[in-house]
């Protein structure tokens, strides 16, 4: 069985917002804002860079360096 919270679509949204859909067709709305404080996320500041936010079958991913855990997604998404 697919766990819930396996990322099938991300859309990059204003605001430092994804729309993520997962695989059970779920849609939630993530805010990363708060997260750009972390210097691992630091670049996503960068609003082009953010914008190319995709997944790789499971997560929401912008490099090899840069991801989102897909539970902590899931949990503290607001759903749509």
Same mark, same amino acid.
């Given at each position: *069985? =697919?766990?819930? !919270?396996?990322?099938?679509?991300?859309?990059?949204?204003? +605001? %430092?917002?994804? /729309?993520?859909?997962?695989? $059970? &067709?779920?849609?939630?709305? %993530?805010? *990363?804002?708060? /997260?750009?404080? %972390?210097?691992?996320?630091?670049? /996503?500041? @960068?609003?082009?860079?953010?914008?190319?936010? $995709?997944?790789? &079958?499971?997560?929401?991913? !912008? @490099? +090899?360096? =840069?991801? =989102?855990?897909p539970? #902590?997604? %899931?949990?503290? &998404?607001? #759903? =749509?």
């Amino acid at each position: *069985m =697919i766990p819930k !919270w396996v990322v099938k679509d991300v859309q990059p949204l204003d +605001d %430092y917002k994804l /729309l993520v859909t997962f695989v $059970h &067709g779920e849609q939630k709305i %993530y805010a *990363m804002a708060p /997260l750009l404080e %972390y210097p691992v996320f630091k670049p /996503l500041s @960068n609003t082009v860079f953010f914008k190319s936010a $995709h997944t790789d &079958g499971c997560t929401v991913v !912008w @490099n +090899d360096e =840069i991801d =989102i855990d897909p539970e #902590s997604i %899931y949990n503290e &998404g607001i #759903s =749509i």
